[in-house]
């Protein structure tokens, strides 16, 4: 089983609508989740992190913790075709002198 | 944010060849990381670069085929040596979050062709 894995792509939504990435990982000790965005060419960048269990908004991405269930899920509100790009999740355990796992990454296409 | 440059940005290269790729970070840092993320694929790390001592290789990953540097707290250099077409790839340099939020930056990337 791998550490981290994420649903299977691509994922493609309509302009407007809600898209849903999931990710469950298999460390119960991890602490820290992280949500990438990597466009097509492009490095990974930061667009969420996440720590405890709940939700975290942030403009039209919501993060989802639920560390009991070991999910972490992001949410993205009015889909956009600029949102089209490969999402990756990433765990920590916040001790392994900063390593961070990161699953195979979503690709998500916004359809005009 | 630490901003990160690589050169080169990309390369294409003959089998046997080798390779040295640089990272320059405009903030004073304590730990590098070195990533491949082969086509399709998710990232992988290859090693850890501290200032002032050896590289931490990841499992599958040996000093001979990439040699890493790291003369000071803002550079390093990643070597991939007597390079094979399974080398073909996007080589990132990283850097974690010096507020100790446990997130990275990563650099544009260097991406290799090996003939």
């Known amino acids: 089983q791998k550490e981290v894995e994420q649903n299977s792509g691509p994922l493609s939504v309509p302009e407007g609508a809600i898209a849903s990435l999931n990710c469950t990982y298999s460390d119960r000790v991890s602490q820290s989740f992280f949500w990438y965005r990597q466009y097509s060419g492009k490095s990974p960048e930061l667009i969420m992190s996440i720590y405890s269990n709940g939700d975290k908004e942030d403009g039209r991405f919501t993060a989802q913790l639920n560390k009991a269930s070991q999910y972490v899920s992001l ?3 009015d889909s956009q075709p600029s949102d089209s790009a490969t999402y990756l999740c990433a765990v920590s355990d916040n001790t392994n002198a900063g390593k961070s796992t990161f699953g195979d990454g979503t690709t998500l ?3 005009p | 944010s630490a901003v990160i440059s690589q ?3 990309r390369d294409i290269c003959q089998r046997g060849t080798s390779l040295t790729i640089q990272c320059q970070v405009d903030s004073q840092v304590t730990m590098m990381f070195w990533y491949r993320q082969q086509p399709g694929q998710s990232l992988t790390l290859i090693a850890t670069a501290n200032q002032g001592s050896e590289a931490t290789y990841e499992s599958g990953f040996v000093i001979d085929k990439f040699p890493i540097s790291r003369p000071n707290l803002t550079f390093s250099t990643l070597t991939v040596s007597n ?3 399974e080398d073909s790839s996007i080589y990132l340099c990283s850097v974690e979050d010096e507020n100790g939020q446990g997130f ?3 650099g544009p990337g260097t991406r290799l062709t090996v003939l």
């Open chain 2, 7 to 9: 050169k080169p940005s």
């Open chain 1, 109 to 111: 296409t916004v359809k």
């Open chain 2, 83 to 85: 390079m094979s077409p």
């Open chain 1, 75 to 77: 949410l993205i509100r």
């Open chain 2, 104 to 106: 990275w930056f990563f």
